[in-house]
């Protein structure tokens, strides 16, 4: 069975970021894959998280994003801030809540495996929102569908 999984969406009015899909995989598999370090270094990039929930997603082109875990209802949902500011020649040492954009992870068990819901919002507090609105909507539709392959989408 293949998944057909429609790309991110993005609302300019709101600047917002959307994207459900659907993998072949249960709720605790995926709960897995978007909570816990070595499995979102899997699909996403290297990801490191202190107990507190203080950490960096490293990507190899850009360097450390500084993200942090600030909500979690397992396994229904996670909420992650990060300074993911595309626009910007050099991203910051440091987590800067006031320039940081949100994203959560909505999960809920669907005939078949598990509809993940990612929404992230916040892009105003960042150096150019549109730019960075765009480039995280190209960014969710390509790392979701590494998720997908990984979890058994595709199979």
Do not use: C
């Amino acid at each position: 069975m293949t998944l057909d999984n429609p790309a991110a969406t993005l609302d300019e009015s709101t600047l917002t970021v959307r994207r459900s899909i659907r993998i072949a995989a249960p709720v605790e598999k995926v709960w897995q894959a978007v909570t816990e370090p070595e499995h979102i270094s899997r699909w996403f990039a290297r990801t490191t998280l202190d107990d507190a929930g203080s950490g960096a997603i490293v990507f190899p082109s850009r360097g450390a994003v500084p993200l942090r875990r600030i909500a979690a209802d397992a396994p229904r949902s996670v909420t992650y801030r990060w300074n993911n500011d595309d626009a910007l020649a050099a991203l910051p040492a440091h987590y800067d809540d006031a320039r940081a954009t949100e994203f959560t992870f909505t999960l809920a068990a669907v005939d078949g495996g598990t509809e993940l819901t990612v929404v992230e919002t916040g892009f105003a507090a960042t150096s150019d929102p549109l730019t960075n609105l765009r480039a995280h909507r190209e960014g969710w539709t390509i790392e979701l569908d590494t998720l997908v392959a990984l979890l058994g989408g595709g199979q």
